[in-house]
């Protein structure tokens, strides 16, 4: 297409609102025009269809007078290309949405969504009472609606990796560092793509919001480092608190900074996981430990067909995708919970509820689309603290008491990792199903998740 019919098109489009062909931007449009979910102004995601030129991938831009910003995934040797696009003073989301949907070479066009961490403001906590979403009614102490993995806290799960998909964590935080997990293919601080997967020193992990690898950056990393605390704090150790499979070892990507996260990095960072996988085979043989999940405590943006196939790269590769339902208190069947929401099979939503049973006030929910619920207030967990004054302030390890679904999902990560740890070989299919068959039906959860219930892995 000429550059002159391409602008006469991109024109007609916008001055029509053209209905849109395959439902995807009608999804885009509606979260738009709702008006609940943040995006990063005048920029927007394409995905150039695979064996797309130059030239016809230059034909949009020009048309839209837009430029490349950033290549988040493909190019050359790649089936498709998906560009960050910065549009022109003036041209609203929804034109270019609409102008640029269903063009030759184009599979799809969305903003770039914002998202935000879900959080709704002989181990110490363990025996003191505080740790209620680790108890079950056979431990001591019991919570008949915890979790019950206080009785498994013998298992040893140090051949399974769960990765967490957030801000960055404390991983040298006293009730951590001995579960921390280091790129087998990166030798620490030389310099070099030692394992050529493009990113320098990766060793812990990787910080796609400030593209380096220092993926811890201080204290505003507190809700990465509680999540990690969920999952695999170190049990039996005498301090602080014990995770749900407190050998588990863990890694970050780090995409949720100050002003929160992008579409376009949280892409690059649930691809992290799936090619740090297949990269280094890490499925539980040859002494590598079995990537089986990540844990996805944030939400906020609109339907994503980019992030979505990303989760599906990660279904195939044989990695759950754990993902907090939100804090909006949203029915889900009505109102976007995205990523919980996502159909990817190995998606698992997870819903708030308190230490008493009830669904926590702040927690969205959804009898088709939010799959289970799990321990989300009053939680203690890992926090990197300040200590000292002035010019002699530190960081130091420590502890606090969050509430959300932000709190639910890392348990329930961290029932996947206990899982795969008691059932050696079990796919990423069978391990959400083991979660799932083993759900306790729960009043406050009846009809507002999939299974009815909430988490118990004390019948794994």
Known sequence: MRKSTLCVALTLAVASGSALAGGRSDLVLAALAAGNAEYVQGEVLIQFSKGASAGVKNGVLRGLGARTAEVVRGGEGNDAEIQVVKLPPGLAIADAVRAVDGLQGVDYVEPNWVYNTQLASND??????????????????????????????????????????????????????????????????????????????????????????TLFDGVGDDHGTHVAGTI???????????????SVKLMGAKFLGSRGGTTANAIKSVDYFTDLKIRHGLNGTNGKPNLVATNNSWGGGGFSQALADAIERANAAG???????????????????????????????????TNTGAMSSFSSYGST????????SGIWSTVPVTSGKGKNATIASGYASYNGTSMATPHVAGAAALYAALNPGASAAQIKSGIMGSATPTSSCNGKVVSNGRLNVSGF
């Open 319 to 353: 990695i759950l995708f754990i993902a907090a339902a939100g804090n909006s208190a949203f029915n889900c069947e009505t109102a976007d919970c995205y990523p919980a929401e996502y159909g990817n099979a190995n998606v698992i939503g997870v819903a708030s509820i």
């Open 232 to 246: 695999g704090g170190v049990g039996n150790n005498g301090t602080g608190v014990s995770g749900v499979c407190h």
């Open 369 to 376: 689309t939010i799959d289970i619920c799990a321990p989300g």
């Open 124 to 213: 110490t906590y363990y025996t003191n009472g505080s740790l209620w979403g680790m108890y079950g009614s056979s431990t001591s102490p019991a919570n008949q609606f915890g979790s019950g993995a206080g009785a498994a806290r013998s298992n040893n799960c140090s051949n399974v990796l769960v990765g967490i998909i957030d801000e960055g964590y404390m991983f040298n935080h006293t009730d951590l560092a001995a579960n921390v997990y280091t790129n087998p293919g990166e030798i620490a601080g030389n310099g070099r793509d030692d394992d050529g997967n493009g990113l320098v020193d990766d060793v812990y992990g990787w910080d796609f919001d400030g593209n380096n690898n």
